[in-house]
């Protein structure tokens, strides 16, 4: 799976990351919910605070009420009221929505990302991928990436979907149990 992310830092110095949820990706806690509409879902986390892959998460809003409302590019978000340091001024909050309109627009090629294997950037198809290293978060893999043609950047998921034994155990502890 490819999850698109932008990485930014507000006004107040706060460095957040903004995560478009597409129809079909896996959110929430443990990845346990899946958004079934049409309309995207926009996440954004504290990056400071490593409580999931991408930060402590913040908040989470449907991409059209948000970004069809002028008052929020005018005047920035609250993502919630009482904490100061998560407020988005409305600079920042503009190059994130603009980031989100390009993806929506010319919608990043997923499909053809994994037909590729994860060779080729979903944005502009360059095979100039910065990849990092494998993390591992206890029951799944991930690893950063991002393309140095287009500086997107995204975050490729693995699973584990089978395994091959090499040497079996004279042990059978299974068999043992059955006695
Ligand atoms: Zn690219």
């Known amino acids: 799976m490819i999850k698109l992310i932008k990485k930014f ?3 107040n110095g706060i460095n957040f990351i903004a ?12 990845s346990s919910l899946t958004h079934d509409r049409d309309d995207p879902l926009i996440e954004f986390y504290d990056s400071r605070y490593p409580h999931t892959e991408y930060g402590q998460f913040v908040s989470r809003y449907f991409v059209s009420p ?3 409302d002028e008052d929020f590019e005018a005047r920035g978000l609250d993502l919630q009221g009482d904490v100061p340091d998560w407020k988005i001024d409305a600079a920042s909050l503009k190059a994130v929505f603009d980031w989100v309109r390009d993806v929506m627009d ?3 090629d997923v499909y053809g990302y994994l037909q590729s ?16 290293n494998f993390e591992f ?19 490729d998921h693995y699973t584990l979907t089978g395994c091959s034994i090499i040497n079996l155990s004279k042990i059978k502890a299974k068999k043992d149990n059955l006695k």
């Open 9 to 11: 830092t507000a006004s």
């Open 19 to 30: 995560r478009l949820v597409f129809k079909n990706d896996t959110y929430g806690l443990g």
């Open 66 to 68: 948000l970004l069809g």
């Open 106 to 108: 010319k919608g990043p």
């Open 117 to 132: 294997h994860g060779l080729h950037c979903p944005n502009c198809g360059s095979g100039e991928l910065d990849v990092g």
């Open 137 to 155: 978060d206890g029951s799944r893999c991930y690893q950063n990436v991002s393309c140095e043609v287009c500086g997107s950047e995204w975050v």
